[in-house]
C-alpha cells in the first residue's frame, strides 16, 4: 500500500496562491489515480480534483475549476494541487487520497490512502 506525505499549505490573502503536495512511498504513483479533497470545521469532506493513474485526465469540482490545477512529477513521485485566486471560502484542511487503478471520482470511501492533511486557511 502506498503512503502519502503532504507538504504545503499555510494562510494567505484572498486572490493569493498557494500550491499543495502529495509524495507517495512504498509505490509509484503511476499505478494511482490521485484526489484532493478538503473539509471545513463542521463540514463534510468534499470533493476538489482528481488525477487519473494514466496522468492522461484530470477532474475538478465546479467551486475549484478555473482556478486549481492537479498535476504529477513522475521523477519526484509526487502529486501537487496548484491553487490561484483562493477565496475565503477555501479555507480548509486540504488531503490528497489515492486510488489503485481506476477511478475515485468524488468518494471519499474509494479510496485506499490517505496524507495527514494539511491546513489551508485564507483571509479575507
Known amino acids: 500500500q502506498v503512503q502519502l506525505k503532504q507538504s504545503g499549505g499555510g494562510l494567505v490573502q484572498a486572490g493569493g496562491s498557494l500550491r499543495l503536495s502529495c509524495t507517495a512511498s512504498g509505490r509509484t504513483f503511476s499505478s494511482y489515480t490521485v484526489g484532493w479533497f478538503r473539509q471545513a470545521p463542521g463540514k463534510e469532506r468534499e470533493f476538489a480534483a482528481e488525477l487519473n493513474w494514466s496522468g492522461t485526465s484530470t477532474d475538478y469540482a465546479d467551486s475549484v475549476k478555473g482556478r486549481f490545477t492537479i498535476s504529477r512529477d513522475d521523477a519526484k513521485n509526487t502529486v501537487h494541487l496548484q491553487m490561484n485566486s483562493l477565496k475565503p471560502e477555501d479555507t480548509a484542511v486540504y488531503y490528497c487520497?489515492?486510488?489503485?487503478w481506476g477511478a475515485g471520482g468524488a468518494i471519499p470511501a474509494r479510496y485506499d490512502s490517505w496524507g495527514q492533511g494539511t491546513q489551508v486557511t485564507v483571509s479575507s
Open positions: 487520497a489515492a486510488k489503485l
